[in-house]
């Protein structure tokens, strides 16, 4: 029997593990905090800082998995150069999961290395710097930690006083201790994708039907697929996603971000594992759902083809206030309407905004989206966190 070891056991991990556990593999999960959604359907787990190396090559030594799978970016990932050298396999690879929890590292190797087509962008490690960054770049312009997730310490610089309070956003929302952000040009983008993009051991890259999704404070809030896109448009993410793929190397689903813009794509971000708007797949959009697929390409087993088999969309469901132990209502009047569901994520405690589960809503194939995804927000504001 395959060991797994998960290293972040969020909502994407918990469905990531129930996937394992139907291929016959057995999984640790690790977090920060105990009874983690993915901890509780795993076999074992681990509570530890990962940001410590020590503790890490201890549970590892402990463990002895066969797979390494990083799920979050506050890990210390140097380390897993060492693992490979032992013998252990590192998802997607050492080097990708180094360059992929970075955002600097990932856009120098897209914009300078690959000449992918991105937005103009500084980098600012103190305020000094990022005053000058931000007037090199010009306001309105994107402020990123280069280390976080979910939209943490996220904004937009759309004035003079924005400068400052920008800064201090992203140094309380940076994961980890890289404190440094990177300042973007406002791309005018007429919508976001994500593109999930499948790379295989002995097999070709297969791409997903791309998923469009709608941010507020840099968190995804609805996504739908498939997204409507020119075949010129497809075809151009696609080449860029298989170029930055290639060049990072190893087996998984990835995230890659897009903006479609009238002048043509731009690259924007990318994950090495599956992507919180391809959430949507649960909704039964494609044959194989993005942690099916991530579960097959890790463990070496084929993926013959990825079809689109309805059109769908995800709604998230937020929490309002700091608790702990919440429960739910609206969760009957939302299943039982015909082509619903909810997912709740089993998060142990709450916050403002912390995603706590989501609402799925599905048609048949060429179906409207925007009905499919305004069903979708209507069933997640049933449901209430208490």
């Not at 909502?11 to 920060?32: M, N, P, Q, T, W």
């Not at 390494?68 to 050492?94: C, M, N, W």
């Not at 599956?274 to 697929?293: C, I, K, R, Y």
């Amino acid at each position: 029997m395959k060991k797994v070891l998960l290293l972040g056991s969020g909502e994407l991990g918990k469905e990531f593990v129930i996937a394992l556990k139907r291929l016959g593999v057995y999984v640790v999960a690790a977090d920060s905090y105990n009874d983690a959604p993915a901890q509780q359907v795993a076999d074992d787990r681990e509570v530890i800082n990962m940001l410590d190396g020590k503790e890490l090559d201890r549970i590892v030594e402990k463990h002895r998995p066969d797979i390494i799978v990083p799920e979050i970016e506050a890990i210390r990932t140097e380390r897993f150069y060492d693992y490979e050298k032992q013998g252990l396999h590192v998802v997607p690879s050492a080097r990708a999961a180094n360059f992929t929890m970075n955002r600097k590292a990932i856009r120098d190797l897209a914009a300078k290395e690959l000449g992918l087509r991105t937005a103009k962008y500084e980098y600012a490690k103190t305020l000094e710097e990022f005053k000058a960054a931000v007037k090199k770049i010009g306001i309105p312009c994107v402020v990123k930690p280069l280390m976080s997730s979910s939209g943490k310490g996220q904004s937009v610089v759309k004035n003079e006083a924005d400068v400052e309070k920008s800064w201090n956003y992203a140094m309380t929302g940076t994961r980890g201790d890289l404190l440094e952000v990177i300042v973007e040009a406002f791309v005018k983008f007429n919508s976001e994708i994500t593109l999930l993009t499948v790379t295989q051991k002995n097999g070709p890259t297969l791409f997903c039907p791309p998923i469009g999704h709608r941010q507020e404070r840099g968190d995804y809030q609805e996504s739908w697929q498939p997204h409507p896109m020119t075949d010129t448009h497809i075809k151009e993410a696609q080449q860029m996603a298989d170029k930055v793929t290639k060049a990072l190397g190893g087996a998984g689903i990835w995230g890659v971000e897009f903006f479609l813009t009238d002048e043509g794509v731009y690259f924007s971000e990318l994950s090495p594992r599956p992507h919180d708007t391809g959430m949507v797949t649960l909704a039964g959009t494609q044959n194989l759902s993005e942690f099916e697929l991530h579960a097959r390409a890790v463990l070496g087993l084929p993926i013959p083809a990825i079809t689109l088999e309805r059109t769908g969309a995800s709604a998230v469901i937020l929490a309002e206030k700091e608790g702990m132990h919440p429960s739910y209502t609206g969760l009957e009047e939302t299943i039982k309407e015909v082509q619903a569901d909810v997912r709740i994520f089993g998060k142990p405690t709450t916050r403002p905004y912390r995603r706590m589960g989501v609402a799925l809503t599905w048609d048949k194939v060429g179906a409207d989206v925007h009905a499919v995804k305004d069903k979708a927000i209507a069933n997640a504001k049933k449901v209430k966190v208490i």
